[in-house]
């Protein structure tokens, strides 16, 4: 199982981004797929998740109205979509998927700087 997060990077208040999970090593179709995010000091929390045909999502509180995820199957690709971004969303961001036996396996993670 591999997960590459790319998209991260520093933003002003009030901007956007979009960060991408490419995914290989399992049958992505079948998963529902996280992202989590681990700021400056703090717990990783989760932040959105998405279920495996994309039918489904779930936001943190503090996110909803401004993230959006969602995933496209054919690419084996799961996206967060972010705007408005605060500085308080400042964090490492991973995305994760729980596979069975296998476990819950993350990427590397990407660092999202909000500020100006």
């Known amino acids: 199982v591999q997960l590459v997060e790319s998209g991260g990077g520093l933003v002003q208040p009030g901007g956007s981004l979009r960060l991408s999970c490419a995914a290989s090593?399992?049958?992505?179709?079948?998963?529902?797929m996280s992202w989590f995010r681990q700021g400056p000091g703090k717990e990783r929390e989760l932040v959105a998740v998405i279920s495996s045909a994309g039918a489904i999502t779930n936001y943190v509180d503090s996110v909803k109205g401004r993230f959006t995820i969602s995933r496209d199957n054919a690419k084996n690709t799961v996206y967060l979509q972010m705007n408005s971004l605060k500085p308080e969303d400042t964090a490492v961001y991973y995305c994760?998927?729980?596979?069975?036996?296998?476990?819950?396996?993350w990427g590397q993670g990407t660092q999202v700087t909000v500020s100006s």
């Open positions: 090593g399992f049958t992505f179709s079948n998963y529902a």
């Open positions: 994760s998927v729980s596979i069975g036996r296998i476990g819950t396996q």
